[in-house]
């Protein structure tokens, strides 16, 4: 049996996967209390452990061993571009495929306000972008010499991805504030052109090479064959693998991952974005996998902030219970995170069906943030404009993680994300029907970090994990 050991150390867990290649399954799955904070080496340890009782010591010697990392809450950036239309969303969509959470974008000429609120962030990477090749060097130069004036967070690397008619002066002025810079190619080289790659593949570098050392993941990295990338970023590339295939394993198609957590809502959609009824396509060019997170959207830390975007009076006429109920059960999951429904047996169905709706909540306002959209436009050259992706080619969504798995009602989250009448209204590009699907064994991050050694047991492992609901 020839096998692979896939680790994911998080903030709470360390999880270990162990798969057979051969079969394209998971045969052994574990986890435990994450000890990043103190000593990683006592998490992976147990898991080894576990895994040798499990398939044998031989067995687990020849095994291939990988892992991801999401510890300490992931990859935290800043993205500081020109426009909101084209650098700032280019730069997003680059540190969001690379697997980043984005504490907050700038755009324009950064203030002193601005430098104040990053020195006051836990950030790890700031993206600097901006102008086109041969374009806009005025506020580019000015952010560049207000980046170099952070006081705080001094050891944050700067990764510059705009014009390059600016490099030398740019280097001169981070060299002379003593910060680190990395210099990549021009993420929007020119009109209608995004080249994120490189920066991409930059943000992983780094993330591996000096932010998962920081986290106390060093003393690991003798006992595996090697830290593959941040564990968004191992989701984001097993959902491009499950919807294109590999030469021996046919894909699913044009697919959506929804994936609701205590804190954020992940969205991952994998379709060419093409124009509708002949709008004419502005902004940003859309990348066929994008991956976007929603910081306000979750069922704990954040769940205060799901329920005020549908608002209190709303979600108490869903519930059926008074706004007095909504906000108890606000602050029951805020004061204590680990909350379970079962934990307080006389208000589990209770608990149950709020945790059920932020969910729904969660997975309606996530996917439409995602998604783009048709405006009406008096012009002489067009007479609709489309900005965003167009999501109508969705023909599979698939929900991950605990609150859609372990939900008795997961296709009434999943179902949030079809196009409602209201939506047809605003003209949200949505799909009106889709097959929907769970990933009952939580593999996408384990196929993500596979697919690099063998896409075909990647694949074969997601399909043997997901279940039509």
Same mark, same amino acid.
């Given at each position: ?41 006592? #998490? ?28 300490? #809450? ?108 990395? +210099? ?31 986290? #106390? ?66 902004? +940003? ?115 991950? #993680? ?64 997901? +279940?039509?609901?």
């Amino acid at each position: 049996m020839d096998t692979a050991i896939l680790i994911d150390f998080g903030s709470t867990f360390t999880k270990a996967a162990v798969a057979d290649l051969e079969k394209g399954r998971i045969i052994y799955t574990f986890k435990t209390p994450s000890t990043v904070s103190t000593d990683a080496k006592i #998490g992976l340890d147990i898991c080894y452990d576990k895994i040798r009782e499990k398939i044998g010591t031989k067995q687990f010697e020849h095994s291939k061993k990988l892992a991801t990392s999401s510890a300490a #809450g992931g990859l935290r950036m800043v993205v500081v571009g020109l426009t909101e239309t084209l650098s700032i969303t280019a730069g997003r969509n680059a540190a969001f495929g690379a697997g980043a959470k984005i504490l907050k974008s700038y755009s324009g000429a950064l203030t002193e306000a601005d430098i104040r609120e990053m020195e006051s962030m836990n950030m790890e990477i700031i993206l600097f972008c901006g102008g086109y090749e041969g374009g806009n060097t005025q506020i580019v130069r000015h952010n560049a010499a207000m980046l170099g004036g952070i006081q705080t967070n001094t050891a944050i690397p700067i990764i510059y991805a705009g014009n390059s008619e600016l490099m030398k002066e740019i280097k001169i002025i981070f060299y002379q504030k003593h910060k680190e810079l990395f +210099v990549v190619n021009n993420i929007i080289p020119n009109v209608g052109l995004v080249e994120s790659q490189a920066t991409v593949d930059l943000i992983r570098n780094i993330f591996l090479e000096r932010i998962i050392n920081m986290k #106390g993941l060093e003393q690991v990295k003798s006992e595996l064959d090697s830290i593959v990338m941040p564990t968004p970023a191992a989701v984001l590339e097993a959902g491009e693998l499950l919807s294109l295939g590999c030469e021996e394993e046919p894909g699913l198609g044009p697919l959506m991952i929804v994936d609701i957590g205590g804190a954020t809502t992940d969205i991952h959609t994998y379709c060419i974005s093409t124009a509708v009824d002949g709008a004419k396509m502005i902004g +940003v060019q859309e990348p066929f996998a994008k991956r976007t997170v929603e910081g306000d959207l979750g069922m704990r830390e954040s769940c205060g902030l799901t329920i005020q975007e549908a608002g209190i009076s709303n979600a108490a006429s869903d519930l059926h219970i008074t706004e007095e109920d909504v906000n108890v059960s606000i602050s029951r999951r805020l004061e204590n995170i680990e909350f379970l429904p079962k934990d307080d047996p006389e208000t589990c169905d209770a608990e149950l069906k709020f945790d059920q709706q932020i969910a729904k909540y969660a997975c309606r306002f996530a996917t439409r943030r995602h998604t783009g959209n048709i405006e009406n436009v008096h012009s002489k050259i067009c007479t609709k404009i489309q900005r965003g992706k167009n999501l109508i080619p969705i023909e599979t969504i698939i929900g991950t #993680g605990g609150p859609i798995v372990n939900s008795h009602h997961p296709r009434e989250i999943l179902e949030q994300a079809f196009k409602t009448e209201q939506d047809d209204k605003l003209k949200i590009l949505l799909p009106e029907t889709a097959r929907l699907m769970i990933d009952r064994d939580y593999v996408f991050y384990a196929a993500g970090m596979l697919r690099q050694i063998n896409p075909k047991a990647a694949l074969k492992i997601m399909k043997n994990s997901l +279940v039509n609901i």
